[in-house]
């Protein structure tokens, strides 16, 4: 039985995402974990994430989880979900703590105030549902697969990521802007959205996640 891990460094919305796993991969064992042994000898990792960028940095510093998170994006299907996205950046407007480095990149907060093309005032954080659109170099990543352009997911997040390569944004939300809504590179694919709030779309990323093997 293949074991889907998720990352317990004491920040994130683990239940939910674990609930959303097991529902769409019943045959593989969703494991909520903060031992750096059974992360590695998992055959996939996630990395959930929520609350702020320097708070969830130190906690995972201080989890001793580092080094075995690094081996993992290197070697197997790896998953970001929401902060998580944002954390396989380098660096964050947040605060001055660096993440993780996986992606080339940044993050970046949304202005005060936030405007729309006619003027009026939008909301900080983004959050509710909103149109994702796949760029045409990732339509057949395996992690869209059975997904159509422009489909919904939900959002709650008032930073954002920008790739250093247009390669690496392989989704976009329009607010009104287009920003990263998914990022991947390699093995690597990860959503600034929360799939385990998105209904059936939301679902659809998880089983083709659970089932990826890691290669584009």
Request: charged share 15%.
């Amino acid at each position: 039985m293949e074991t889907i891990a998720i990352v317990d460094y004491g920040m994130g919305n683990l239940r939910s995402v674990a609930k959303a796993f097991a529902h769409v991969a019943p045959e593989q064992r969703v494991l909520i974990t903060a031992d750096a042994r059974e992360i590695a000898n998992a055959e996939r990792v996630v990395l959930p994430g929520q609350a702020a960028m320097p708070e969830s940095m130190v906690a995972l510093n201080a989890s001793g989880l580092r080094e075995v998170l690094l081996e993992a994006s290197k070697t197997r299907p790896f998953f970001g979900v929401c902060l998580g996205l944002q954390m396989l950046f380098e660096t964050t407007e947040e605060g001055a703590t660096d993440a993780l480095g996986y992606l080339p990149g940044h993050c970046v907060r949304f202005p005060s105030p936030h405007r729309d093309h006619d003027g009026s005032t939008l909301k900080v954080p983004h959050m509710g549902w909103n149109a994702v659109h796949i760029p045409a170099h990732a339509r057949a990543h395996p992690c869209w697969a059975g997904l159509d352009d422009g489909s919904a997911f939900y959002f709650a997040h008032s930073f954002y990521a920008v790739p250093d390569t247009a390669e690496t944004l392989v989704g976009s939300a329009n607010y009104p802007d287009p920003i990263c809504a998914a990022a991947a590179r390699g093995n690597i694919f990860a959503v600034q959205f929360h799939p385990e709030k998105s209904a059936a779309a939301g679902l659809r990323v998880l089983k083709n996640f659970s089932t990826w093997n890691g290669a584009f």
